[in-house]
């Protein structure tokens, strides 16, 4: 049996450090330290964080690399990735091999060439509300082993309790505060991916994705168009 490629120890190492290094007061600095400090464990080529706006829209807040900010962007403009994914199902992604992946048929041109092999992403959430995605990219095929999905998962957890402290203190700053309608939103969201899934017999990450389409078509707070369909019955510019 093959030794895992992260050390136990060393990520309670860097887990530490992190914690040691906060600064609720600083969240774009905080988060930028995640990114440094995994690469460092992970001795992959790249990582990136995407976080999502109050319409749902995915924006990447920190890329250690040109090529991580590629392959953000990239998701971006095509709608589809490994990030992506891992945002709207709310659970981690693999993607081994992203040139043959038929998930990603539009952005796979658009950054295999640059480098971009493999991704492994895992979901960060507030208040149990997905709000992005937390990624390490290998420059050629790669899989991806346990040790190095948990110990993602892990950054992932940190990365959820800077945001958490950040948008509850009192001097939260503007990315803490572009993602506070998580918490102001949360009920309303998950009462209206709860309709949509009766409705339209829809799973949970269907619902979502059809909730947060139509935030964004309307460029509207996910949140207002929830309370709208519940309210109503309806999305924005549904018909009977």
């Known amino acids: 049996m093959s030794s895992a490629r992260v050390d136990a120890a060393a990520l309670r190492s860097s887990l530490r450090r992190l914690a040691e290094r906060r600064d609720d007061s600083d969240l774009y600095t905080s988060l930028r330290r995640v990114i440094d400090f995994s690469g460092q464990l992970f001795g992959v080529n790249g990582g990136g964080l995407m976080l999502a706006d109050e319409r749902g829209e995915l924006h990447y807040v920190v890329a250690s690399s040109g090529p991580s900010q590629l392959l953000e962007q ?30 990603c048929p539009v952005l796979a041109p658009l950054v295999v060439p640059h480098g971009i092999g493999a991704v492994l992403g895992v979901p960060v959430s507030l208040s149990e509300m997905p709000i992005g995605s937390l990624d390490l990219y290998v420059d050629r095929p790669y899989e991806f082993d346990q040790s190095e999905m948990d110990a993602l998962t892990r950054y992932g957890e940190v990365v959820e309790a800077m945001i958490h402290a950040a948008v509850t203190a009192s001097r939260a700053g503007e990315l803490a505060d572009q993602l506070t309608y998580a918490l102001d939103y949360r009920a309303p969201i998950e009462r209206g991916i709860g309709y949509l899934m009766a409705r339209d017999g829809l799973t949970h990450p269907d619902a979502f994705q059809k909730l947060r389409a139509a935030a964004r078509s309307g460029r509207r707070k996910i949140g207002d168009v929830a309370n709208e369909l519940l309210d109503t019955g309806h999305l924005p510019h549904e018909t009977d």
């Open 74 to 103: 990239a998701q971006l403009d095509t709608g589809e990735g490994p990030c992506v994914d891992t945002y709207i199902r709310d659970e981690l992604t693999v993607s081994t091999n992203l040139a043959e992946d038929p998930r």
